[in-house]
């Protein structure tokens, strides 16, 4: 038993996991309970984006996020319920949001995302790994003075963490996207941030570990744990009791349960966003893009699909989809491509994951206090596909009791 880890999760942080934890020689088990086929890690917009060192947490989103709470299009919403983890998440939230934390985020998420751009690279080269890598930089439309304005911070704050950011003019942005009719006033140009096709990823990294020799228990819910003392001696799944020297937490949006369990304190809701694919476009963009105003993602991936993705709604797991999202999401993209006529597709075409948005926007990565044998990977909101291969790299450098390749502090899991 003495390499055996169990890795409890498999969306993108417990595969990544898995990939550099196997190359450092442990016995790797992947417990998961859906079939690994269409979670939060798949129908997502795939950026793998250094530019976005500004955590969810940040002022103006509590004001913003009540102004659009009355709009059943708007691309932030929080369902309002009397739920105890809900209120406890969003006091510890509304904390969070202020410029201090703003401030102290932007050098550890700029690292690790780096890192994570520069380990994805070296996959690219890993016979096997396939996931449609492009590191053709990133495109923010804006259409209004205001925006515009905010676009010139932005890309202030960027230069001064070193990243390669540019303000450009409608003619430029043309230029670089001459396939699409414009309506807008500029953009930023984020030459830092690439694209990756996320569904090609996963099920390309699965077949990689499987060939490796790692075990996935699908369909297994792990349920509870044994303990003894210091360590977590048994993973309860219905079927059986597991066990194994290391355990990884990587549950995504359910850590917070999950945790509790263990005593831990991790506040986690879900943030759910919608995506819809054409899997083969007639629209042709050659950068991934970003409207500003609206908050909508469209990404160009895998040759001839096309992603349009958004919205932030915080609301129940169990929750419906609300269409009238969708349609708000599709009718902003017309408004910046006005050529662009997406017809509202049935509900069952309409992708949605709810991402594991921490209490402060970061990470929740380390190990704990409580238990000497658990890692914990959880919490990357909106930028777990980003971060991705560097939290795997560093959760094996964690099990492994070696020191970590940046300063994992900031990503304290029992910082709440
Ligand atoms: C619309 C949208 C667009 C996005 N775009 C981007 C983007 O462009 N770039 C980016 O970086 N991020 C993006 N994200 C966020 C990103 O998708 C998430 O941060 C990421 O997928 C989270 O990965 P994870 O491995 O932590 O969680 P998940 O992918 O949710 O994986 C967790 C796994 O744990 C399993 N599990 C849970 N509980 C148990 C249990 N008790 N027993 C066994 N298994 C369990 C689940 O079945 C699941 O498979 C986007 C998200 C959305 C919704």
Redesign the pocket.
């Known amino acids: 038993m003495g390499n055996q880890v169990i890795i409890?999760?498999?969306?993108?942080?417990?595969?990544s996991s898995a990939f550099y934890l196997q190359e450092a020689g442990y016995e790797v088990t992947v417990?998961?309970?859906?079939d690994?086929s269409n979670?939060?890690?798949?129908?997502?917009?795939?950026?793998?984006?250094p530019s976005?060192f500004v955590p969810l947490a940040a002022p103006g989103i509590v004001a913003q996020g009540f102004k659009w709470m009355l709009n059943s299009k708007s691309p932030f919403y929080v369902q309002p319920r009397l739920n105890k983890e809900l209120i406890s998440w969003g006091l510890q939230f509304m904390k969070s949001a202020n410029a201090r934390h703003v401030q102290r985020s932007a050098i550890p998420l700029r690292d690790i995302a780096l890192l994570s751009k520069n380990l994805y690279e070296e996959w690219t080269s890993v016979p096997g790994i396939d996931f449609a890598y492009e590191p053709k930089g990133m495109l923010e439309f804006f259409k209004d003075e205001a925006s515009a304005h905010h676009a010139e911070h932005s890309v202030k704050a960027s230069r001064d963490l070193g990243l390669d950011a540019r303000l450009i003019g409608r003619e430029e942005v043309q230029k670089m996207e001459p396939d699409a009719k414009l309506d807008i006033l500029g953009a930023v140009y984020f030459a830092c941030d690439s694209q990756l096709y996320?569904n090609k990823l996963m099920s390309s990294l699965q077949t990689y570990l499987a060939g490796k020799g790692v075990k996935f228990l699908h369909n297994?819910?792990?349920?509870g744990f044994v303990t003894n003392g210091e360590r977590i001696s048994g993973i309860k799944?219905p079927q059986e009791t597991l066990t194994a020297a290391e355990v990884v937490l990587?549950?995504?949006?359910?850590?917070g349960?999950?945790a509790k369990q263990l005593s831990l304190n991790i506040p986690m809701v879900g943030?759910?966003?919608?995506?819809v694919t054409l899997e083969n476009s007639p629209y042709k963009l050659h950068h991934s893009i970003i409207l500003s105003e609206a908050r909508v993602?469209i990404?160009p991936m895998d040759g001839n699909k096309l992603r349009f993705?958004?919205?932030m709604e915080i609301t129940g797991i169990d929750a419906p989809p609300r269409m009238k999202r969708v349609q708000g999401i599709l009718e902003s993209v017309k408004k910046y491509l006005p050529e662009y006529d997406i017809a509202m597709p049935a509900e069952k075409d309409v992708w949605?994951?709810?991402?594991?948005c921490s209490a402060d926007g970061l990470p929740h990565l380390g190990k704990t206090s409580r238990w000497k044998n658990l890692t914990v990977?959880?919490?990357?909101?909106?930028?777990?596909?980003?971060?991705?291969a560097a939290t795997g790299k560093l959760v094996q450098e964690i099990v492994q009791g070696k020191p970590t390749s940046m300063d994992i502090r900031p990503f304290e899991v029992e910082r709440f």
């Open positions: 409890i999760g498999g969306g993108i942080i417990g595969l417990v998961d309970k859906t690994m979670g939060c890690s798949y129908g997502n917009a795939g950026y793998i984006c976005h996320p297994t819910e792990v349920t799944t990587a549950t995504g949006v359910w850590s349960q999950l943030g759910r966003g919608y995506s993602a990404s993705g958004g919205t949605y994951g709810y991402r594991p990977a959880t919490g990357h909101s909106m930028l777990g596909i980003s971060l991705g």
